[in-house]
């Protein structure tokens, strides 16, 4: 199995006004080929972050990386300039976003923008862009891609702009492809369609993907691994089956409490409490102290950030005492 | 291929033939609005008679603007002379085209100054943001709050009457609202995902503005465009009007009713033409301008 992508320790903050904001504070995690690494957190967990700092797509300044490694095919991306990232964005790293109904710019042609990266950087001709855009059409599922290529993006549903979102990432082959919470604001039934869309197309190409979402349903449905993010650091990371079994930390316990469809008829639905902590003043010890129960904050760390440690092979959690359930 | 695919069907009602356009269905929508297509066809027609009118009747009855028949002077519109003579005897009809031509002149060359200038500047501030763009907002502001008449009487105490001055003037006051629009719009967008999207496929900054950005500013500012001419229109008059734009024996719409308005007790067609034809042009402008605003606002109706 090889390593796609490495990323370790890596830290973005952003410098407002209010303070530094630390949205990604060590995080580490890897992707291997032909397989989905999960990326799950609440808003404003800096799941997305992450990834766009990786390609260069966050605001700098206010923006910075200010330390770690991304290791991909052989070179660091985040020593890589500006033009250098251009070279790898939409040729060698693909991303799908939230939205297929403003990702997609209404006064071009769907054709036009879907060739876009093959005219870029393969640097196609129209007429062969065309014909290898019909077919990226066709392989998501499009139907008469021939006549649907020259049609506008307000001429195609939700869950079509994302196929041809998807289509639009893939059409370069890359060898990652960054999924951005890719259905979140689509309906149930097309969501499962676009996943298993995404599924497919991974198996048959051999990508890697790394998946953002917020929705542990749709993680367990697609990744492989499953990172989960708490205000900008990694408090669990584990193999899919291993960490819906053995749960570890009180966050991640805490998310899969709050899965509507695991609790009981009748019941008020569990939420956790509080809210997500300020990213600007962070308590120095752990993070999710201020939305346990109080037998369990007493026994948090407050002095020091709590360390990742491998509990078990593969399973890595943040070792925070009243946090972490041993067995 | 896969089992997804086998679900999707094509959507019943939509017509798999040529995609339409936005611009196809805000032109389908324009033309529906039967007062804007009447003004701007009726806006050519005064655009073509003004351009070749005055040629036409130079060749065929040997008049310009300037030929003077002082027994004939100030004659009322009559057969041979339609809208009747000025004080000199010169043709009011072919001096008001002649006029026209001026005006009309005047008003593409400073709102195209206008249009470079705002565009230019507005989308530079939006796009790069942040204290490039506060700084270049507050020398609008500070421009903004110059008194125009002040402005243009200092260049021409400066640099002499002529009509480089005059569109240069006039440029110069009617980007300031270009600018404000075009920065307002391209703030919006360029946090729009179709952007972040275009960044993540790896397409360059220049090639985002072009493709992607410029595309979507250019319905408000060919709205703009529109009510940006009259407003120049009317400028040029009243600078004209106080002598400060067009100078005899060059007419302009802005003159010919200046010189109306001094002999209107006595003659009344040298103040009526001129003026009927210069308000029905603005009144057309302004109309087909409104036309477009509503057929270019996606938001005024999706059908």
């Known amino acids: ?327 | 291929m896969s089992a997804a695919t086998a679900v999707i069907t094509a959507p019943s009602g939509v017509s798999l033939s040529k995609g339409r356009s936005l611009w196809q269905d805000a032109w389908a929508r324009f033309r529906k609005n039967r007062l804007a297509v009447g003004c701007t066809v009726l806006l050519a027609f005064i655009g073509l008679l003004c351009a070749f009118g005055p040629t036409v009747a130079f060749y065929k009855f040997g008049m310009t603007g300037e030929t003077q028949d002082l027994v004939l002077k100030a004659s009322p519109p009559s057969a041979q002379h339609w809208f009747g003579t000025d004080s000199l005897g010169r043709d009011l009809l072919v001096r008001t085209l002649e006029g026209g031509r001026v005006s009309l002149k005047v008003a593409l060359i400073a709102t195209l100054v206008a249009l470079l200038i705002g565009v230019s500047y507005g989308a530079t501030a939006g796009y790069v943001g942040g204290r490039a763009d506060s700084w270049m907002m507050r020398v609008v502001d500070i421009l903004y709050a110059m008194p125009f008449m002040l402005f243009v009487i200092l260049l021409t105490v400066a640099f002499g009457k002529n009509m480089t001055l005059l569109y240069l003037a006039i440029g110069a006051v009617e980007w300031l609202t270009m600018a404000r629009i075009v920065r307002a719009q391209v703030l919006t967008l360029a946090r729009q995902e179709f952007v972040e999207a275009a960044r993540s496929l790896g397409l360059p900054g220049r090639m985002i503005i072009f493709r992607h950005i410029v595309p979507n500013v250019l319905g408000p500012v060919i709205v703009y465009t529109t009510l940006t001419i009259p407003a120049v229109m009317l400028l040029e008059a009243a600078l004209s009007f106080l002598g400060l734009g067009v100078q005899p024996p060059d007419s302009s719409w802005g003159t010919l009713i200046d010189d109306g308005a001094n002999n209107m007790e006595t003659y009344w067609w040298m103040l009526a033409f001129p003026a009927g034809i210069f308000s029905l042009t603005l009144f057309c402008l302004n109309f087909a301008g409104d036309g477009l605003r509503d057929a270019l606002d996606v938001k005024s109706g999706k059908d």
């Open chain 1, 1 to 327: 199995m090889s390593t796609v992508l490495d990323v370790r320790d890596l830290k973005v903050a952003f410098h407002t006004r209010n303070g530094v904001v630390r949205a990604v504070d060590g995080v580490s995690l890897s992707v291997e080929k032909g397989k989905t690494t999960g990326i799950v957190g609440e808003s404003g967990s800096g799941k997305s972050v992450t990834c766009y700092s990786l390609l260069g797509l966050i605001p700098m300044p206010p923006g910075k990386i200010e330390g770690g490694t991304a290791a991909f095919g052989g070179q660091d991306l985040l020593k890589l300039s500006e033009s250098e990232l251009q070279k790898v964005r939409g040729r060698r790293i693909s991303m799908i976003f939230q939205d297929p109904m403003t990702s997609l710019n209404p006064y071009l042609r769907v054709g036009t923008q879907l060739i876009e990266p093959l005219r870029l950087h393969e640097g196609l001709s129209k007429s062969e862009a065309m014909k290898r855009g019909v077919e990226a059409l066709r392989e998501v599922g499009i139907p008469n891609p021939e006549q649907r290529i020259r049609q506008y993006p307000h001429e195609f549903s939700g869950g079509m702009r994302q196929r041809v979102m998807i289509a639009m990432a893939l059409i370069t082959r890359p060898e990652l492809l960054i999924a951005d919470e890719p259905t979140t604001a689509l309906d149930v039934t097309i969501q499962k369609q676009v996943l298993d869309l995404i599924r497919d197309l991974q198996k048959r190409l051999g990508i890697a993907v790394v998946f953002i979402t917020h929705d542990l349903a749709v993680v367990s449905e697609v990744c492989d691994f499953v990172n989960v993010m708490y205000a900008g650091r990694l408090v669990e990371a584990a193999p899919v089956r291993e960490l819906f079994a053995q749960p570890r930390h009180a966050y991640t316990r805490a998310l899969m409490r709050s899965i509507p469809a695991l609790q009981k008829k009748g019941q008020p639905l569990y939420t956790i409490p509080g809210l997500p902590p300020d990213l600007a003043h962070l308590p120095p010890g752990c993070a999710f102290r201020p939305r346990q129960t109080p037998e369990r904050q007493a026994l948090c760390l407050t002095d020091r950030q709590p360390p990742l440690i491998e509990i078990s092979e593969g399973h890595w959690v943040q070792d925070c005492p009243g946090c972490v359930i041993r067995p």
